[in-house]
């Protein structure tokens, strides 16, 4: 079947520090693979996202590679801000894929101390 | 422009009581859905429409209910609430094209029922 697994929370960071959230997945079908951000309080919102092998999305500072061979997509950014504090979605869609159903892991909360 | 607007924000039920959750959106897309999210378990998928007048289950349907009628609006009932449907009811929805589009969030609705 269809699964995301991400790195359990809360992570803390002190500002400036690098990140690195873990997500591996598994899929019948042609994934694409997204990040997606809740900020406290709002609904989630797409951060990045990557359609093929080997692509790479980036927005933000933040970014995430396509690694197939691993079945990966880790989120990473070189130097949080306080501002980044949200808990972070990993998710999926395959092709074909009846009514384009997303697959989400379970989220991680990081918090950025100044 | 709008985007994804869910009413209400926040509700109290009490066991047995039965609510409508109203999900609009203005952006004309063909796919909606609605979720659930949980302290540790991400977002669920409950139901989805792949477009006006037609419904289909997600990964957890039961005790919950659906309809399609326009294609702006896609309602979420509950016809006898109960303390494990406390949680936060996320909208989404997705243009037509491809699986690997964005999905676009509303607000939420935070659920209590005592």
């Known amino acids: 079947g269809n699964s995301v697994t991400q790195m359990e929370g809360p992570v803390t960071l002190s500002e400036e520090a690098f990140l690195t959230i873990n997500c591996t997945y598994t899929a019948t079908g042609y994934p694409s693979l997204f990040w997606y951000v809740q900020y406290p309080g709002e609904g989630l919102q797409l951060l990045l996202k990557a359609t093929k092998a080997d692509d790479k999305g980036s927005n933000k500072g933040f970014e995430a590679t396509y690694r197939k061979e691993t079945t990966s997509f880790h989120l990473e950014k070189g130097s949080v801000q306080v501002s980044d504090s949200a808990v972070y979605f990993c998710?999926?869609?395959?092709?074909?894929?009846?009514?384009?159903?997303?697959?989400f892991g379970t989220g991680t909360s990081l918090t950025v101390i100044p | 422009n709008a985007g994804v607007t869910q009413t209400p924000k926040f509700r109290v039920l009490k066991t047995g009581q039965s609510m409508t959750l109203l999900c609009a959106q203005d952006?004309?897309?063909?796919?909606m859905y609605w979720y659930r999210q949980d302290p540790g378990m991400g977002l669920r998928l409950i139901h989805y429409s792949v477009g006006e007048g037609t419904t289909a289950k997600g990964e957890v349907p039961d005790g919950y209910n659906v309809s399609r009628l326009k294609k702006q609006n896609f309602l979420l009932g509950l016809e006898s609430a109960a303390p494990s449907q406390t949680s936060v009811y996320f909208c989404?929805?997705?243009?037509?094209?491809?699986?690997?589009?964005?999905?676009?969030f509303g607000p939420g609705t935070r659920l209590t029922v005592l």
């Open positions: 952006m004309n897309h063909e796919y």
């Open positions: 989404a929805v997705m243009g037509l094209a491809g699986g690997d589009n964005e999905q676009f």
């Open positions: 998710a999926l869609s395959v092709t074909p894929n009846t009514g384009n159903q997303f697959y």
